[in-house]
């Protein structure tokens, strides 16, 4: 599932929305008749940053178009509009607009953050960086500039790089809370979970109700396997944001891995409330019933996954073992076979072929899955074991025998492996290897010295 990104850096800092009911109104009689008879630079500037806070672009570019009519030569002005055309995504637009601005006021290092981030928008990264270096050069302490450049770094992957400048920027302003959230984000990427947790704490101390921070720590947590942890986080992201997926999801996963099976099911059900097409949600939907033993709503789950993704090989698979649950061996084949062509490469598959196909009574045509296997993972000590199992049993004695070794030389104590080794070796006529290879399974298991039951 795709997780909610990092702190958005795209966009240009947030500008403070504090205006009252009584703003408002006011705008509405200024903007009464489109505003056509608004001509003071000063009651458009606020105008121009309520339809900004609000999101309404098209307004506010407007209205800062007339700005600039009466006032051509404010780099301001010029400045404001580009940041207004970036957030329409008009890149090229906004940064002919920085560009007037930097001619209009050279000095501003805010003209060059901006355009920076523009640039980086546009994945002009070398000129983005080179944008808020110049800006730093400009104010060798703008804790913004050294910001924008260390997240410019981070979206490049190089967190080492972006930690140092972060790391400058906690110098100046050791409360600049979105610092202490992307180091989080960077340590998490560096495996440094302790220190990622730490920064997350330091940025949720100064932002409490930033979801999207909960969240982060939540995953963090996860991948620490403190899973108690983790849902204490995620269930913070959701008390801010409850149409949150992500969190849904991930809160569901945490479940699962305290065992808690029906609490999952309830997350995947409410992720999928909202988002009704997210695969990994339905498919860890169908793995939570199964777990559960419920094999009916399982398969159902898996089918819905498998409604939206034909491919999926995980959920085919699942629904193999749902059928081979329930002992309808013949259907468990054809999908273990279906998940085995939608991933050849994974020898999981295949096992479950071979082991199928023995449980079917097709002795032979196990075979040929556990070579599958054998040709992926030349180091399975199991699937050494029950190729040479299998062969024994059919009497191909020196066949099964090379397997067995194999199976022993990569596991030493695998009782079952030394167990049939020792058999083998006796019917190619070395009864006194063979001698010791039982007794040194029978060390390791002494239950090996009843009849053997079955192969299952």
Known sequence: MAVFDHFDDDDPPPLPNDHSEDDVRRFRDLLRNGGKDINNPEALEEIIQFYFEHDKFEEALQYSDRLISFEPFSSDAWQRKGM????????????????????????????????????????????????????IELDPSNEEAMFHRAVTLEKEERYEEAV?????????????????????????????????????????????????????????LNRMGQFSRAVESYEYALAIKEDFPSAWYNLGNAYANLGRLHDAVQCYKTTIKYEDGDIPAWHNLGNAWEELGDYVQAQECYDETLKRDSKHHESMFGKGCCYDATGDTARALECYAAAAEMAPDAPEYWYACGDA????????????????????????????????????????????????????????????????????????????????????????????????????
């Open 84 to 135: 207004i055309l970036n957030n329409m995504t008009r890149y090229e637009d906004a940064l002919s607009c920085y560009d007037r601005a930097v001619s209009l006021n050279p000095t501003d290092p805010e003209i060059f953050i901006n355009r920076g981030i523009t640039l980086d928008n546009m994945e002009r990264v070398d000129e983005a960086m080179t944008s808020f270096e110049h800006a």
């Open 164 to 220: 140092d400048i972060f790391q400058q920027v906690l110098t100046i302003n050791p409360d600049h809370a979105d610092v202490w959230y992307e180091l989080g984000y960077c340590y998490d990427f560096l495996e440094k979970l302790e220190d990622s947790v730490r920064c997350y704490d330091e940025h949720l101390n100064r932002d409490p109700y930033n979801f999207n921070g909960w969240y982060n720590k939540g995953i963090v």
């Open 357 to 456: 196909e023995y449980n079917l009574g097709h002795v032979e045509g196990s075979l040929r899955y556990y070579e599958r296997v054998l040709d992926l993972q030349p180091d399975n000590a199991e699937a050494w074991y029950d190729y040479g199992d299998t062969l024994l049993e059919m009497g191909r004695d020196e066949k099964a025998l090379y397997a067995l070794q194999k199976s022993v030389e990569l596991s030493p104590k695998f009782a079952q492996a030394l167990h049939s080794l020792g058999r083998a070796l006796e019917r190619v006529g070395r009864i006194d290897e063979g001698l010791q290879a039982l007794e040194r399974a029978y060390l390791l298991m002494p239950e090996l010295r009843r009849p053997p039951d079955e192969k299952k």
